[in-house]
């Protein structure tokens, strides 16, 4: 990474910007830095900019432009979602059904459902972190107004069945809001949302080389959601607030390169994750977890067998190699994940998972240069 002699492998957690998004940020501060409400000149070229990107991002996931509303980040768009059908006089028999190894995003708005007296279902999983595809459908029934399911666990690159479960759900419930939290599968899988189904999703920009701060509140036409913040009519009357302009241009050209250039990205991040697994498998007692399932290209979670996680992670830390230990907010409040704790891995053993996230800024030999790092690390610590 430029100007830095240290090998990140914590791009499931944020990303840097892609230098043409930093370009398009940068770009848009200057030349577009007016209110796009505005009546002048240069609110106009803001309000263009805007609109561009809104189409171009819009065209990236098969959605129409006007199903595109910008958020401050994966959280407000999940927030929104999850939460506003409960706030539109819903009956008190309306309920949510979700499941366990969300993220806080989602979990944490549903926990607030739940405090309204709404039902909550939250769906377990198996022991490699795959949702049970019959306990969610039969949890859904005619009082269900949201179903929420992630795209991908953004701790253990686990893929879930949603094709499979939206489809019998919606047999179940048409009416159901089918959500997806696509933030962490946006960064390695191309995703069309009509095609797919789901009537709602999350997507954040700086975990695909966009500025922090912007996301996407995606949400078909055939829905509308009561306004989650109040004030002025920005965002077709949806969201007040001053709109970040600059933010969505630097969205919108992450977006860009990263669409242009998946499939290679995808194939060199398969490749260094396989290396790097590779390479520790021969030498350490370790698990990785959904190692033979469907998962993400770029999330490796490793159980290190008899090592603190913690531990390793700072000295991993002292010699230049920044990992996690699942989400960062888990990490940061130092809570045990949810997410391997609904897996049912054992209480010991759940501190001794890391999460290592390759990204658009891993490079040809990294895998191999964080798999000796690792080694040596264990070797110095054991
Ligand atoms: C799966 C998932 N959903 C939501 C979020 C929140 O996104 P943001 O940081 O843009 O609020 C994250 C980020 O950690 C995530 O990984």
Known sequence: MKGLEYLYLDHAATTPMRETAFEAFKDAEEVAFANSSGGHELSRRAKNLLEESRDFIAGIFGAAPKEITFTSG????????IKSPFLNNAPISSELVTTQIEHEAVLGSAEWIKEKGFEVKFIGVNGDGVVDVNEFVESCNKETLVASLMYANNETGVIQPISEILKKVKDVNPEILFHSDVVQAVASEKLDFHKLGIDSAAISGHKIGGPKGIGVMFLSSKYK??????????????????VNVSGVAGLAAALKEQQETLSEEKMLLERERKIFEDTLKEKLQIKIVGENINRLSHISNIQFKDINSETLMVALDLKGLGVSRGSACASGAQKPSHVLKAMNVHDDDINSHLRFSFGWSTNDGDGLNAANIVLSTVESIS
Not at 74 to 81: F, L, P
Not at 234 to 240: K, Y
Request: hydrophobic share 25%; no cysteine.
């Open 74 to 81: 994966g959280t407000e768009a999940d927030n929104w979602i």
């Open 225 to 242: 959601l009561p306004n989650y913040f109040h004030g002025g009519k920005q965002e077709l009357e949806r969201r007040a607030g001053t």
